[in-house]
């Protein structure tokens, strides 16, 4: 199987409701979709979202790294020399992360086309279900606690609290949904490098004093501000996760090596991909540090990927943050990865399973 073209179209979807946090308000899911073409006439699908203010990729520059820089390099090799096309792949240029991991999903979709199996058994195996929790965007109290009331009618039973806007409003968002969620549902906080370190000290004492029990806190300080992240966990009992300090598999391995974070945030769209994904959750299980996989805002080609991941690495990989498709007015994806609700279910198809994605825009460069 040679890879002969890649091509990519836009696919966008709705937001049932407006995601917002610290840093950011977006009304729709916009996915670039690359298309692998082959020779068989098996198609490997790959996507990602523009994510600027995160890993610095906006949809022009995934699709020109990929047309200028991985493009000229790997059309005519062959999937059978897959670790070959993903070295070639990462080596192409540097930083981009989220054009190298739409071209590696695609990668690894044709490779489990290649052997007719799906992703997830090929990575190691494992359960094909998982749970994951459902974001509350940042917002006024009242709207907050009526989207996590809706979240747990709907079945979510952990939610993840955006928040970062400001300290003492935080604390007081959080202390009311906690009061209304009455232990129905685990709370996870998630700051966005909203706070300084001192601030997320004395935000998780005055937490901890009310009696609110958190989960965890998701990346309060700054993404290079690794003596924050330290000076945090050695100072509170809420388990404290590393989420854009953490891209590459160097970062985690000085993070865990200085006590800096308790749990490893794996995202595709920072690691550039499903291969440096593997490392990093074969480097945390080293150390006996669990991880969560999550997301960007994105659609359900990169949340898919993402699913077969957790599920073959499921032994570190235990907390699900993949609720993407979930916040979506509709899947435009067939076949594949069935979302629901909090329900995530891996179908029997090879690679990533997908069959069709409707709504796809061609893109011409």
Not at 232 to 242: C, D, G, Q
Not at 335 to 359: H, P, Q, R, S
């Amino acid at each position: 199987m040679k890879i002969t073209d890649i091509k990519f179209a836009k696919l966008k979807v709705p937001l049932i409701t407006p995601f917002k946090t610290a840093l950011r308000t977006v009304s729709d899911i916009e996915d670039v979709v690359v298309i692998i073409e082959t020779n068989s006439g098996e198609l490997g699908y790959g996507s990602a979202p523009a994510t600027p203010i995160i890993t610095g990729d906006t949809h022009k520059s995934i699709v020109a790294a990929i047309n200028t820089a991985i493009k000229p390099i790997i059309v005519g090799e062959h999937i059978e020399d897959m670790n070959h096309i993903i070295h070639l792949v990462q080596s192409a240029i540097i930083n981009n992360y989220s054009a190298k991991a739409a071209v590696e999903i695609a990668i690894y979709d044709l490779w489990g086309k290649l052997h007719q199996k799906p992703l997830y058994q090929l990575l190691g195996g494992g359960k094909p279900k998982l749970t994951t929790d459902i974001t509350i965007s940042v917002d006024n109290i009242e709207k907050m606690v009526a989207d996590s009331m809706l979240a747990i009618d709907n079945g979510f039973d952990v939610l993840k609290i955006k928040i970062g806007k400001n300290i003492n409003q935080d604390i007081e968002r959080v202390k009311t949904i906690y009061q209304e969620v009455n232990n129905r549902a685990l709370i996870r906080l998630d700051a966005n490098q909203g706070w300084t370190a001192k601030q997320t000290v004395y935000a998780c004492h005055q937490l901890e004093k009310a009696g609110v029990k958190l989960e965890l806190i998701e990346q309060p300080v700054k993404a290079d501000d690794f003596a924050g992240m330290k000076y945090v966990t050695e100072r509170v009992l809420t388990p404290i996760m590393a989420d854009e300090s953490a891209f590459s598999p160097k970062q985690v391995i000085e993070l865990i090596q200085h006590n800096a974070a308790d749990i490893i945030n794996i995202k595709l769209m920072k690691t550039g991909g499903i291969s440096n994904a593997i490392k990093i959750a074969d480097i945390a299980k080293i150390y006996n540090v669990e991880c969560m996989i999550g997301c960007m805002l994105e659609g359900s080609i990169g949340v898919a990927a993402a699913s077969h991941l957790a599920v073959a690495k499921a032994n570190v990989i235990t907390k699900i943050d993949l609720d993407g498709p979930a916040l979506g007015q509709y899947n435009p994806v067939v076949g594949g990865v069935c979302f629901e609700n909090a329900n995530i279910t891996l179908g029997a198809g090879a690679g990533l399973g997908i069959e069709k994605i409707d709504g796809l825009m061609a893109l011409t460069d």
